[in-house]
């Protein structure tokens, strides 16, 4: 993997997912850039995150259709993202909308089961999690971030091994949840077969 | 030590690394995060400080040097306006410690009022300013930066972008740091700006330009790359836009990296010219590198065609990109399809979260969806096919108030109020200029920082038929909001001010202010109270409020709109972001009727609807309350009855 993108809405955690992946790498001995929406932009709003790795990267953005691998934490946002993916690329995503209070005003319809549908049916790999599970699991969903990223190294197209990605995630998190997001790589990492 | 640092991060450590032992500035998108830095990454050994405004924290920083400190002070472009007095006289007057002013200019713009390019701005000045392309870079230039500074005794500005500001690179760094020692002030004429010491100064400013367009053109990082017929010039983030543009055909180009582009490395660009046919020129913002050029040219008696934003090839406004610039060089030059588009074609999303930034914009439209190409013709009302081969639209997004944000219950009462009344909503710079969205479409001006007090106060000069409303952030009131408020009382105006008090500075992430009782680094101080400021200034009508006790919150706008005179309500909830969220609220699916009147009024994110009914999204919702309030069948409650 050298171009991941992960999108989603504003306050989803793509933040930090994207700094655990860069320092994993980085860890590996390889050069890493990020860039991510910060500020009056990620207020409720569409946010992506553009992770890039490798012995040397020009731009912190990715190209469109250079990405290897999506992880979307809504399914919307993968739709909205997806030509950023290069041809045989992965997309991760949970499959739990979020709805807009802006379209809900203006009666525009969203159907997250067509999104996923339409992903499903366009990307050969694709790998969806159940945000109610998510749910279920862990009662919250503050830990969608770190459940998707251990999808993301079960689907091999992270390019980093469990125990690259825990190690990365115990440098990145706060001591007091460090347990809870144990859990979640763990469970993200099994629930697609990794 | 190998570090993942943002660009902002990098500056200060760069600074640290630097022996800077002053830093001041005043919160900015994109340039906030270097104050946190300093203030995070120091053991006390550095000063540093939030100050109440640019003009502000520019002085403080000047005075520092003047007393031999190194200094730095960090704001965003627009805020090197309100600096700009400052600035513009102390480049005559000079200074001993090294001084940086650092401004993160913003293309797009993401989040800011405008496109200005502080290039022009050191031009301008004729203050030296330095180029960042990317954060390792940044790190290294703020040292070297500090080193030209001392040597030719000005300040210099250190400007960078969004996409260097707020993009990460794994980056080598200093462990150490130590602030240089300052010797102190000593006194002498030459601290005094007097109208003889400027017109010798002039003269000194104009030598040193044509030196240092010397000096610079074998400054290290202005350099020319490749060997190609066709040349490049770039500068800032555009230089790496363009390493991925070219990659893989390399030889067909020479690129010249400009890194100072005021005074601007003309022997360098003359090298440059001679070495290509053709010249095409990508940066962002204006065309100062491409005019430098021109200028060149025409200095030489040289004709040579500069392509770029002035010949209509490279877009004059919004950010650039790879897949932009690769664009371009393939239409003009033939040279490559850079980037074939993958199977999926672009429909919603030009490949830029600057976007992001036209929402912004074209939020009071809420059926339109910037992210949407306009060729595509979807139709919305089609059965949906869940195996469509055309992808669903995705919802339109746009930045709104968070769920819980105090500002929506202020803006909300306001309204009511104000309901079948003629008033004029006047907004100003923060979080609450998103109440210019819908459902509440409570802003109808917004210019720059304060300025919806006077611009109020301006309206009713022309037309005294409306109460005219300013509201104000408690940050904000305290950066630029105080002079318009005496000149509000000085002159008799007709006006309400609104002071949105969530106690912190939200939009550039919670930094705190001097209504806070709190420095940068945490330390306790004094907090300067906004009612005693309104009733030292003179108000006679100050009425403080919780703006999510409706009823209260409604009768006191109501009393002050009433009134005559200027008349003050500061309406006091801490941020959402900042306090503990109470309980989620639920909607009980039996009562509710679907009016969706919590939806078509209040536009929280926390609501949606599903199945015809109001739905509450537990991982937003704050409990707040105000839906509960206003729901004509109190059907949203704490408990989940049917859920």
Request: proline fraction near 4%; charged fraction near 20%; include cysteine.
């Amino acid at each position: 993997m050298n171009n991941c993108l992960l999108c989603g809405v504003g306050g989803q955690g793509t933040v930090l997912a994207s700094r655990i992946i860069a320092s994993a790498f980085m860890e590996k001995g390889l050069f890493a850039r990020t860039a991510e929406t910060i500020g009056m932009a990620q207020r409720g709003g569409s946010v992506v995150s553009h992770v890039r790795v490798g012995k040397t990267v020009p731009s912190p953005m990715i190209p469109p259709g250079k990405a290897d691998l999506i992880i979307a934490f809504e399914p919307s946002e993968a739709v909205r993202n997806l030509s950023f993916l290069r041809k045989d690329g992965t997309v991760v995503l949970c499959d739990r909308p979020i709805y807009a209070v802006m379209s809900s005003l203006s009666g525009e319809k969203y159907d997250a089961r067509e999104s996923v549908a339409y992903i499903k049916s366009t990307i050969e790999r694709c790998y969806a999690i159940s945000g109610d599970e998510v749910e279920r699991t862990f009662g919250f969903m503050k830990v969608l971030n770190v459940v998707l990223l251990g999808a993301s190294a079960g689907s091999g197209a992270l390019g980093l091994t469990r125990a690259e990605l825990e190690a990365a995630v115990v440098k990145k998190v706060k001591p007091e949840f460090l347990e809870m997001n144990k859990r979640a790589l763990a469970f993200g990492f099994e629930s697609i077969g990794g | 030590m190998k570090e993942l640092l943002m660009g902002n991060e990098a500056v200060a450590l760069g600074a640290l690394a630097a022996g800077v032992s002053v830093v001041s500035g005043y919160p900015g998108t994109p340039s906030t995060e270097v104050i946190e830095t300093v203030a995070k990454r120091n053991d006390g050994s550095v000063y540093v400080e939030w100050s109440v405004n640019e003009k502000a924290a520019l002085e403080v920083a000047a005075g520092a040097s003047y007393a031999g400190a190194r200094s730095m002070v960090t704001m965003k472009q627009v805020g090197l306006n309100v600096a700009s007095d400052p600035l513009m006289c102390v480049n005559y007057i000079g200074v001993k410690g090294g001084m940086i002013v650092y401004v993160a200019d913003d293309p797009g713009p993401i989040s800011s009022q405008t496109e200005q390019d502080t290039r022009h701005f050191a031009k301008y000045a004729k203050i030296p300013v330095f180029d960042c392309s990317s954060p390792e870079e940044a790190y290294e230039l703020v040292g070297k930066a500090f080193d030209f500074s001392e040597k030719y005794e000005t300040p210099v500005i250190l400007r960078s972008t969004t996409r260097v500001c707020h993009s990460c690179a794994s980056i080598e760094v200093s462990e150490s740091f130590k602030p240089k020692p300052a010797e102190g002030f000593i006194k002498d004429g030459k601290w005094v700006i007097f109208p003889r010491l400027s017109y010798l100064n002039k003269i000194k400013l104009e030598k040193r330009e044509t030196e240092l367009k010397d000096v610079f053109s074998s400054f290290t990082l202005n350099e020319i790359k490749g060997k190609g017929k066709i040349g490049i010039a770039c500068g800032g983030i555009c230089f790496s836009y363009v390493a991925d543009a070219i990659a893989g055909n390399e030889d067909k180009f020479t690129i010249f990296k400009v890194a100072t582009p005021y005074p601007f490395p003309e022997r360098l660009a003359e090298k440059f010219i001679s070495r290509v046919d053709k010249i095409i020129v990508f940066e962002e913002l204006d065309p100062v590198i491409e005019d430098s050029l021109i200028y060149l040219l025409g200095k030489k008696g040289m004709s040579f065609e500069i392509r770029g934003k002035r010949t209509g090839d490279v877009p004059c406004a919004g950010e650039l990109s790879a897949k932009i610039i690769g664009d371009i060089l393939s239409e003009k030059y033939g040279t490559m399809t850079v980037f074939e588009n993958s199977s999926f074609s672009s429909r919603y999303n030009s490949g830029s979260v600057s976007n992001l930034g036209s929402d912004l914009q074209s939020n009071s439209n809420s059926n339109s969806n910037s992210n949407s190409n306009s060729n595509f013709n979807f139709n919305s009302d089609s059965k949906a096919d869940l195996h469509s081969s055309f992808p669903p639209k995705p919802p339109a997004r746009p930045p709104v108030l968070c769920a819980g944000c105090p500002h929506r219950a202020s803006f909300y009462a306001v309204k009511k109020a104000m309901a079948g009344k003629k008033a004029v909503f006047c907004g100003d710079i923060g979080c609450y200029t998103l109440g210019n969205a819908a459902p509440l479409n409570m802003v109808d001006t917004c210019l720059c920082m304060g300025a919806g007090i006077t611009v109020a106060q301006g309206i009713g000069r022309a037309d005294d038929s409306s109460v005219n409303f300013a509201f104000v952030g408690d940050s904000t009131f305290f950066a630029s909001g105080m002079t318009g408020i005496v000149n509000a009382i000085y002159n008799k105006s007709n006006m309400v001010l609104v002071v949105l008090d969530n106690s912190t500075t939200a939009m550039t992430g919670h930094q705190p202010h001097p209504g806070m009782g709190i420095t940068v680094m945490g330390d306790v101080t004094q907090a300067v109270d906004i009612e005693k400021i309104l009733r030292a200034m003179g108000a006679e009508f100050v009425r403080t409020a919780n703006p999510f006790d409706y009823e209260t919150a409604v009768a006191v706008i109501k009393e002050a709109a009433d009134k005559k005179g200027f008349r003050a309500v500061i309406f006091k909830a801490p941020c959402a972001a900042i306090v503990k969220s109470k309980k989620s609220l639920f909607v009980k699916k039996n009562d509710c009727i679907g009016c969706l009147k919590c939806i078509r009024e209040l536009g929280c994110p926390a609501l949606s609807v599903k199945d015809g009914k109001a739905m509450i999204d537990r991982d937003l919702c704050v409990g707040c309350g105000l839906c509960s309030r206003i729901c004509p069948k109190k059907c949203i409650g704490e408990e989940a009855i049917d859920e």
